[in-house]
């Protein structure tokens, strides 16, 4: 199954800018999921955008699904130290497996 | 509510040595269950998935093997650990009915093998 490959790896801001990852993948989905981790605990759930779906909004994140391009962007608006994390996007096809990528590390400065 | 538990939380094994972790979810009947290892600073690979009691789904060849020997208990084994085995093992539940595709995590064990 294929993995999706987050964008950038490494993200530093400061407390209150916006931070943008994006993931990108190879061939058809089902759906895209993000999920965030902190450091050295389970991961959480945090929104998931369809196939037929091209905009998503929950609280501070914003999601987009670009099918034709085959990419998808996670949004924090207005960041905040608790919002350091790793954020990962996870792949859906028709089964009932997660692909997930490697993630992208983001660190919100103080 | 539903919740996930996973033990041990943090585990030192030596080579060799055999293994057993534990996962049990609670609230929720007939789950998807998962095992996922995660290698510091990576992503998730799916270790085994099951559907239902005694059946186990295996992604990758390796060390270790599955059984769900009840409906909410999923575990995870070794007969001789691998150094190569080190690292975050996760399980995760998700609905086994359509349309609930949010996979919920627990908390995770940390597995070094010397």
């Known amino acids: 199954s294929q993995q999706g490959e987050e964008d950038p790896q490494a993200l530093s801001i400061q407390e209150g800018e916006n931070a943008t990852m994006n993931c990108s993948y190879k061939?058809?989905?089902?759906?895209l999921q993000w999920y965030r981790q902190n450091s050295g605990r389970g991961l959480v759930h945090l929104i998931l955008?369809?196939?037929?779906?091209r905009e998503k909004h929950s609280g501070r994140l914003r999601v987009t699904l670009d099918t034709s391009k085959k990419s998808s962007s996670l949004l924090i608006t207005a960041s905040r130290a608790a919002d350091t994390a790793s954020y990962f996007c996870?792949?859906?096809?028709?089964?009932?497996?997660?692909?997930f990528g490697a993630g992208t590390t983001v660190t919100v400065r103080a | 509510s539903q919740t996930i538990h996973q033990w041990p939380a943090t585990l030192v094994q030596p080579v060799g040595s055999p293994l057993s972790l534990e996962c049990t979810v609670e609230?929720?009947?007939?789950?998807?269950l998962y095992w996922y290892r995660q290698a510091a600073g990576r992503g998730l690979q799916l270790l085994f998935y099951?559907?239902?009691?005694?059946?186990i789904s295996s992604e990758v060849p390796q060390n270790l093997s599955a059984s769900r020997p009840q409906d909410r208990q999923f575990i995870l084994s070794s007969k001789k650990l691998l150094l190569s085995d080190s690292g975050f093992y996760l399980c995760?539940?998700?609905?086994?009915?359509?349309?609930?595709?949010?996979?919920?995590f627990g908390p995770g064990t940390r597995l070094l093998v010397l």
């Open positions: 995760a539940w998700t609905s086994g009915l359509g349309g609930q595709e949010t996979q919920y």
């Open positions: 061939t058809s989905i089902n759906n």
């Open positions: 955008i369809r196939s037929n779906e």
């Open positions: 996870a792949l859906r096809s028709n089964d009932y497996k997660l692909s």
């Open positions: 609230g929720t009947s007939n789950p998807n």
């Open positions: 099951s559907v239902g009691i005694g059946q």
